[in-house]
């Protein structure tokens, strides 16, 4: 037991070291971290300084701090590893270096700590700026000393590292650009190599296109205006501080912000400005006879993030608020989880009624619904002929919504309430009472005013609490009202007849021709809608959060075990550790989604995950719907890599899933359950790659998953393990 | 059941003041019908057995949160009326073995089946068992067969219990299931409990039928309702779904009727209300309120059904009242025991009315349509429709003297489709041996 937690730590405390080095890049890759350690020890002293930097700094940050996932991802160790290798560059092996290099450590560490506490809670990162100011630090100190190597010597020397003098040919074929490019690569580990430059690129490839198309990007605009100027008025070869802007082209377009033509704009707009930080700082600087180094692409970038993050309207550009490990999953979920999960941080609002009422009215309606009052609604409940009304029409009990039980719509306190309004004769109108009889419930900010109810038919009173589909009264026609309908708003206030509030309605089904389909947010004017009659049945086979594990075996992949788990935040995931695959899953009690993947793809848990990625948890009709995947998920290849580039600025191929449920007879709770889902890939439109599912459970329990794509087949099938509570 | 007749005086109610005639049905004409098909002719509107359906889903669906209707089999079977039942969401309801495999070749899951009755047999529960089909326990000798089956079939019955109980209606009906006031049912429920091989899915009960007051089933909900609570509370088993039978009154006019039955019978939503309304005030626990499952069949389908006859001889009574004779009688019209049925022509007719008493075909002096009913004169030849006749007509007749005649139904299109052939001498003759 023992043995298997070191074994755990030591795998974490690896994995932390390598994610040191790829946070360099704001990347989370391991194996780009191991190159970019190999990297650093083209110059084999400055390199072992910066591991052993970064080895101090982590283990000082995992047994000081109590936060191990952010150490696991470098959070603290990058800081490091700059300052290693600045001290390995700047001074020869000896006392004094082995000395700085714990000292510095140690200051890194402080300062981050310190910057971490001031900056994290206004959303902002501390990038460089423990490196820097240490650094600075050590440098005020050795040039009381013989002991500096001396900055601008370092370059001549190091360059000549001994892989790079097999490549200083490839200098020569490159063009001057590209050179540049790659020197200014290597120069953020301190080294002017092309050969290393060359191999941070490729690994910078790997890891995102988007990353790489923004640095080159940055890079190439800063080289512009530098050729622009003939570099004369400049005076410092570009390539010293040509870094800066591939790093803040990086943060401030892809990484910190969701990569789009605004953020590739702003990448260009801060060109000039940099320019001019970085030398005039510089120029401040020297008076310390300090360098510049990084201070412009920390300065610039947290200034345009403070920015972003003050703006209450941040217009196209949006900061990236769940930072995914590549640019390209940040943006892929943010374009499509934004829209899928929207309903996850809001209060839930269900139509107030049992089964399918037609919107009589809808938002800027033709008659009533208009100015102050234009998102509101009216129901009414047709007949056969679709008229609203048996026989003539000219008794109230001829309606057919007069009478019907009206539903809370979400849970809440009831605010007031009248029901004294009697109700009037069809094509007579109250105007002098408007509301008629009605029920104002409250629910934190939000209120809803449910009105023109039948006379004596409230049941609830004021200060009373409510549940969501409790009856609070019956439809009737009181008040402005010609016809008996039910009116329903959403404000914000708790005055009867205030300004209505725009806000979504939680998924329902509208029926279309004999279909019935999944909707959430604003029913339109004849829509025939309907809440979603909830099957308990389904919403266990679904309900992963009871399960302990589950095993899923195929031929194909093999037998795996997902255990079920929940992240610090909160949110539950099935996770496959001899994979290393993960899926995010929610179950809301109306839907079951699984919000995102990651890990290895040749997996069950991949294929469930496409599988079940959004399932209605309703068996009652028969219903289809549809959703999008991020393109996360696509499938790689060439044309994955186009996608990635472009991207930020033009979609082509989109991954769409389609569910549809079974007959048409009514359920009450079916012991098994099928459901057929789909997944597809199109490109331009055009369909290049699809997969069906037949998914079935038995007795609440999901049994099985087939596969079909093409011609090929195989069958995922599944074991559950509950939690069994033992009383120690 | 066997009264005297006398047709000549009018009762106290009066005679009806003026019928209009029924020209066609579904705007396909009678005549063209009894050309076609011949008479007698049972006639089904496809389009009226939809809107009933939909009309009382309607009712109840808007006051409640799930709501399942099963079709009660023994009302109508016939393949066609079923399966429009079933196009529409219905289940099935059946009460015996042959109505169970009816529902199976009508295509019905086998779990949305509903197995009710007094007098199931082994076979029947173990195809029943075999398919996970809900099984209302009657009886306690069938509680035992069943835990029996369960041992050997290795399996877990999916089992409700028929409750009878008072809902303020005469006569108590106390013959099907477990009484819920004398603590049969609860008894039979915590042997269900502590046998444990089966899952208790629902309550059901059933007060009568052709309920004139809706009161009753707002008293009948409310006890389900609070029995459904107590078992919760007692062992922990929340209930999935509380059927309430049937028994809603059709637009027919029952004999001891002053007024008709259009009239005074209350509508799908004066029911629904009751039970909307009763269990709404149940103390149900969060996502714990049980579906309501209806076996309405009488109200759904008789209004749908017709029959067309000719009319054979004109005759008078001793007493010189007129008796009218028509190729159909109570071979067919079993309901004509109990309803008054509305009788119209089939066509245009003079002003004169007599009261007439309305014989069947067969050589029993019991073969009486209506005792007296007000009609036109009418000769020999000449069409009447009966009106609101199907329900069980079509599952009841007798092959007596007579064989049983064509049932048509005319379709939501308009088209008109043979539902059911005549029976030919064959198919009565085949099934006898010397």
Redesign the interface.
């Given at each position: 037991m023992n043995k298997a937690i070191v074994g755990l730590v030591r795998m974490d405390f690896v994995t932390s070291i390598l994610k040191s080095y790829s946070s360099v890049f704001f990347s989370q890759s391991r194996l780009f971290g191991a190159l970019l350690l190999a990297v650093s020890f083209s110059s084999p002293l400055s390199g072992a300084c910066g591991l052993v930097c970064c080895v101090i700094v982590n283990l000082l940050s995992w047994f000081m701090l109590d936060c191990k996932p952010k150490v696991v991802s470098g959070f603290y160790g990058f800081n490091a590893v700059f300052a290693g290798i600045a001290l390995g560059v700047f001074l020869p092996f000896g006392k004094v270096l082995v000395w700085l290099v714990l000292a510095s450590s140690l200051l890194v560490f402080l300062i981050e700590v310190w910057l971490e506490s001031r900056m994290s809670g206004r959303g902002l990162p501390f990038l460089v700026f423990p490196f820097l100011i240490t650094l600075w630090t050590v440098l005020l100190l050795l040039q009381q000393t013989d002991s500096l190597v001396g900055f601008g010597m370092t370059f001549s020397e190091s360059s000549a590292s001994v892989l790079g003098r097999f490549f200083s040919g490839l200098a020569e074929v490159l063009p001057n650009f590209a050179e540049e490019y790659l020197k200014s690569l290597s120069f953020i580990f301190f080294q002017v190599d092309v050969f290393c430059g060359l191999l941070i690129a490729c690994g910078l490839l790997c890891f995102s296109r988007i990353a790489s198309f923004f640095s080159l990007f940055g890079f190439a605009v800063a080289y512009l205006f530098y050729s622009f100027f003939d570099g004369g008025f400049f005076n410092v070869p570009f390539a010293y501080v040509g870094f800066n802007f591939i790093l803040t082209s990086v943060a401030v377009g892809c990484y910190f912000v969701i990569p789009s033509w605004r953020s590739l704009a702003w990448c260009a707009a801060l060109v000039p400005l940099q320019f001019l930080v970085i030398y005039s700082s510089s120029r401040l600087f020297s008076y310390l006879y300090l360098p510049t180094f990084s201070f412009t692409f920390c300065l610039v970038s947290v200034l345009f993030l403070q920015m972003l993050r003050l703006k209450e309207r941040t217009g196209g550009l949006l900061l990236a608020d769940d930072i995914m490990n590549t640019p390209e999953e940040t943006l892929y979920e943010a374009k499509v989880s934004k829209k899928r999960l929207a309903d996850l941080s809001r209060l839930c609002v269900s139509l107030p009624f049992y089964g399918e009422w037609r919107v009589m009215q809808g938002h800027d309606g033709q008659f009533t619904h208009k100015d102050a009052w234009r998102y509101a609604w009216d129901f009414v409940i047709d007949g056969e002929s679709g008229l609203q009304y048996d026989e003539d029409g000219s008794k109230l009990s001829d309606y057919y919504c007069f009478g019907k039980p009206v539903t809370a719509p979400f849970d809440a306190v009831v605010e007031s309430v009248v029901e004294s309004v009697a109700d009037n004769e069809p094509g007579c109108d109250n105007l002098l009472q408007n509301w008629g009889n009605y029920v104002l419930l409250r629910n934190g900010e939000l209120y809803s005013l449910i009105c023109h109810l039948k006379r004596g038919s409230v049941k609830c009173v004021a200060g009373q609490t409510v549940l969501r589909g409790e009856v609070i009264g019956l439809c009737g026609n009181s008040g402005h009202s010609l016809y008996p309908h039910l009116h329903f708003q959403i404000q914000k206030s708790p005055f009867v007849g205030d300004v209505t509030l725009k806000y979504p309605l939680d998924g329902y089904l509208k029926r279309v021709g004999e279909d019935v389909r999944f909707q959430s947010g604003y029913p339109a004017e004849n829509d025939v809608v309907r809440n979603i009659p909830i099957a308990e049945n389904l919403c266990k086979v679904y309900n992963f959060a009871d399960l302990k594990s589950i095993m899923a075996s195929s031929e194909k992949f093999g037998s795996e075990r997902w255990l079920v788990r929940a992240d610090r935040y909160g949110a539950r995931y099935l996770d496959c550790e001899e994979k290393g695959a993960k899926a995010w899953f929610v179950n809301d009690g109306k839907t079951f989604r699984f919000v995102r993947f990651e890990g290895c793809r040749r997996s069950n848990l991949y294929y469930f995950f496409l599988s079940s990625y959004k399932i209605l948890l309703c068996d009652e009709v028969q219903w289809t719907m549809e959703d999008e995947f991020s393109l996360s998920v696509q499938k790689r290849g060439v044309v994955a890599v186009l996608q990635d580039l472009t991207a930020p600025f033009f979609v082509f191929k989109k991954l769409r899933f389609y569910a549809e449920k079974g007959n048409n007879m009514a359920k009450i709770a079916e012991k098994s359950i099928t459901l057929r889902t789909e997944f597809r890939q199109s490109v331009f439109g055009r369909a290049i790659d699809s997969l069906t599912f037949d998914i079935s459970a038995d007795n609440s329990v999901i049994s099985s998953v087939k596969v079909v794509s093409g011609t090929e087949s195989f069958v995922i099938s599944f074991v559950e393990e509950r939690f069994v509570y033992e009383i120690k | 059941m066997i009264k005297p007749i006398n047709a000549t005086m009018p009762g106290k109610s009066g005679t009806d003041a003026y019928i209009s005639p029924m020209l066609d049905i579904d705007g396909v004409s009678v005549h063209s019908l009894a050309e076609r098909f011949g008479t007698p002719l049972f006639v089904v509107s496809e389009k009226q057995l939809r809107?009933n359906i939909?009309?009382a889903k309607?009712a109840f669906?808007?006051?409640?949160?799930?709501?399942?209707?099963a079709w009660s089999y023994k009302t109508n079977y016939l393949d066609a009326v079923c399966r429009a039942f079933?196009?529409?969401?219905?289940?099935a309801e059946v009460v015996s073995g042959f109505e169970y495999d009816k529902a199976l070749s009508n295509g019905?899951?086998g779990?949305?089946i509903v197995f009710n009755g007094p007098s199931k047999n082994r076979e029947d529960l173990e195809k029943a068992l075999k398919n996970?089909s809900l099984i209302h326990i009657d009886n306690l000798d069938e509680l035992y067969m069943l835990v029996e089956l369960a041992g050997e079939l290795q399996c877990r019955p999916?089992v409700a219990v028929r409750v009878n109980l008072n809902a303020g209606t005469l006569p108590v009906w106390d013959r099907f299931g477990f009484n819920l006031e004398n603590g049969q049912a609860l008894d039979a429920v915590s042997k269900i409990m502590s046998f444990g091989c089966m899952d208790l899915?629902?309550l059901h009960c059933h007060i009568g039928t052709f309920i004139l007051s809706s009161k009753a089933y707002g008293i009948a909900a409310q006890k389900l309702a609070d029995f459904a609570c107590d078992i919760r509370r007692l062992f922990g088993v929340a209930v999935?779904?509380i059927d309430m039978g049937g028994g809603f009154a059709s637009k027919n006019t029952l004999k001891a009727s002053y007024l008709v039955g259009a009239d005074i019978c209350p509508s799908m939503?004066d029911y629904a209300?009751e039970i909307?309304d009763a269990f709404?005030k149940a103390p149900f626990g969060?996502?714990e309120f049980p579906?309501l499952?209806l076996e309405t069949g009488r109200a759904l389908v008789d209004d749908a059904g017709f029959l067309i006859a000719s009319v054979l001889t004109n005759k008078r009574s001793a007493q010189g009242g007129r008796y009218t004779v028509m190729d159909a009688g109570v071979n067919l019209l079993f309901t004509s025991f109990w309803y008054n049925h509305k009788i119209s022509p089939a066509q245009l007719y003079s002003q004169h009315f007599e009261n007439t008493t309305l014989y069947g075909p067969l050589c029993m002096n019991i073969d009486v349509v209506r005792e007296q009913v007000s009609l036109p004169l009418l000769n020999k030849g000449d069409l009447l429709v009966v009106h609101n006749v199907g329900a069980y007509n079509m599952t009841q007749w007798m092959q007596f003297i007579t064989l049983r005649p064509n049932i048509v139904m005319i379709e939501e299109n308009g088209g008109t489709k043979l539902i059911r052939e005549a029976e030919k001498f064959d198919d009565v003759t085949r099934l006898e041996r010397l």
């Open positions: - | 809107r939909r009309m309607r669906s808007t006051r409640l949160p799930k709501v399942v209707f079933h196009q529409e969401g219905s289940w019905v899951p779990d949305h996970s999916q899915r629902g999935e779904y939503d209300e909307a709404h969060k996502g579906a499952l």
